[in-house]
């Protein structure tokens, strides 16, 4: 089994669009059984809190579901767990490896690194409210973590 988790700053918008899609990706293609995946934020201000109403009109019209999510922290047990820990900017990056303890198993990585775009990061729709071009990010990313992960 694959354990991926998505983080983000918040856990709100970003992080759970990939783990709802990524999720709905591996149900389509039968392989649901060979992932654990997951989403967490670096901070904690939005602990508890649903997916953020954009983003979850931006999941539905992709027929996409995210009920019953709600925002966590990712924590130290996070790192030991998953096998990716899979962030969508660099300053989610860094604060990965310090909630974690730093990186010696080299598993925290950007999602767009499975892309053409390696190193660069997800657009955050929080400041832009470009929900779309985050979610073609989101999309081509997953799309490449699939393709690398599949087996």
């Not at 060979?34 to 979850?56: L, M, Q, W």
């Not at 995210?66 to 604060?95: E, K, W």
């Not at 598993?107 to 779309?132: N, Q």
């Amino acid at each position: 089994m694959i354990k991926i988790l998505f983080v983000c700053h918040g856990n709100i918008c970003r992080s759970p669009m990939a783990e709802y899609a990524m999720k709905d990706m591996v149900q389509k293609i039968g392989l649901e059984s060979k992932y654990e995946i997951a989403s967490a934020a670096t901070s904690r201000e939005e602990i508890g809190n649903p997916v953020y109403p954009p983003a979850r009109r931006k999941l539905a019209e992709n027929g996409i579901g995210c009920s019953g999510h709600h925002a966590r922290q990712m924590t130290a047990g996070d790192y030991r767990h998953y096998d990716l820990i899979v962030c969508m900017d660099r300053h989610n990056l860094r604060n990965a490896a310090r909630i974690a303890g730093g990186d010696p198993e080299n598993k925290i990585v950007l999602l767009l690194d499975f892309t053409e775009r390696k190193g660069s990061e997800v657009a955050d729709p929080w400041y832009t409210d470009d929900f779309e071009t985050a979610w073609q990010d989101i999309m081509e990313g997953c799309s490449g973590l699939l393709k690398r992960t599949k087996k």
